[in-house]
């Protein structure tokens, strides 16, 4: 599970940000929406985290920074464009040449090559946090390099953080969990622009494939057009509940239950490859389907949100989404909600990171499950979570407090 982001020097978050999640230990929580952070951890952390603010507040900035740690960790050996996106620093001349810095901690097992059984119950399993850092450099317009790239480990959540490996410039070392003896060739094929893990994983380094396998497990739709009706985004999810036929007969179940009318959507082959797979939907009371453009655009939304909640839930995995609420019902929010929060639909604690404008929906929130994004006037954005303002109690109504500025985040208009 997911519990900190950092954020440094990347768009519009000029100062260094720090989302730590993680709830207090004397903290009542209510256990449906919480879980640990790794496997038998005392400190706990929340499966929904909603991020509200401003139209351009950073909201989006905080879910892109994950997506793109992710992306590059698994992808930019193939991609060596990916530094490049990652790589942009907030706007002002004495920051353009300063490293962005992004770092991530989460809970897993400490020995990422280690295959456990369905139940977790390997003998040798350890768990534990881990902690990676990145920092790229943009030295000139075309050229960018990662100046450090590390990963660290602490068994059982304990003690000081142990190197897994770091990269200073040319410069890497290994461990015992990510042993690089008999692999200096393939050390030195790392590009400058690309992961080690990413890099390592290409060549068949053990500990490598298997941790760009479990960055895998974070699904996002931050990169994709949500909005164009025959945008990228719409022939993946198609693809997907083509290649995914469970994933199709779930959606179809929660559509009939949720959306009033709606008997089912089908997936059809289009008559050639480059026109790509199509749908239509079923309505009671209709005698022909309705096509994917005439539909309503709520349950358009629910269909292309739908495979990365899926996928997640899954893997027990986080999905990220960035404008969850476009286009929903508040009653279909907090369904989804409640999907993340059950432990029958979500076994193995899968996590949902979500930016929304949706206030009401605050109020089946907890403080811990809130962050808040505001820029000043300056450009710069900050990032806070609700847990973190003094005085916030429990028993709030969030939504009322939030429309009336208490805590910030909302836009000033006049």
Known sequence: MLYKLEIENFLCFRERQVIDLT???????????????????????PKTVFIYGANASGKSTVVKAMSLLAYFVTNS???????????????????????????????????PSLEIDPKGTHSNVTYGAWRYELELIRTNPKT????????????NGAGK??????RNGGSLQGSKAFPLNNHTREIEKI????SVISTLAWFEHKASKALANAAQGIFSNTFLDKFDNDSPFLKYCLEF??????ALKSLNQE???????????????????SDGPFATFEHSGLDSPILWMMESQGTRSFVRSFPRIYAALQAGGVAIMDELDQSLHLNLLTEILHWFHSSAENPDD???????????LMDDLLKEEIIFCEKDSHGCAQAYCLKEIQGVRRNERFSKKYLGGVYGGIPNIG
């Open 23 to 45: 709830a207090s230990k004397t903290a009542a929580l209510d256990e449906a929406h919480f879980a640990s952070i790794f496997s038998g951890a005392a400190v706990k952390a």
């Open 77 to 111: 050996y193939d991609d060596r464009n990916a530094a490049g996106i990652i790589c942009q620093p907030f706007a002002s001349s004495d920051m353009l040449e300063k490293p962005v810095r992004l770092a991530v901690e989460f809970g897993d097992v400490m020995n």
């Open 144 to 155: 960018v390099w990662v100046h450090m790239e590390s990963l660290r480990q602490k068994p």
């Open 161 to 166: 953080w142990k190197r897994v490996f770091e």
């Open 191 to 194: 590009p400058a622009v690309s």
């Open 241 to 246: 509940y083509q290649a995914n036929p469970e």
């Open 255 to 273: 559509i009939q239950r949720l959306d009033v009318g709606i008997r089912q959507m089908s997936i059809f082959s289009g008559s050639t490859d």
């Open 350 to 360: 899968a996590q949902l990171w979500a930016t929304c404008h949706s206030a009401p």
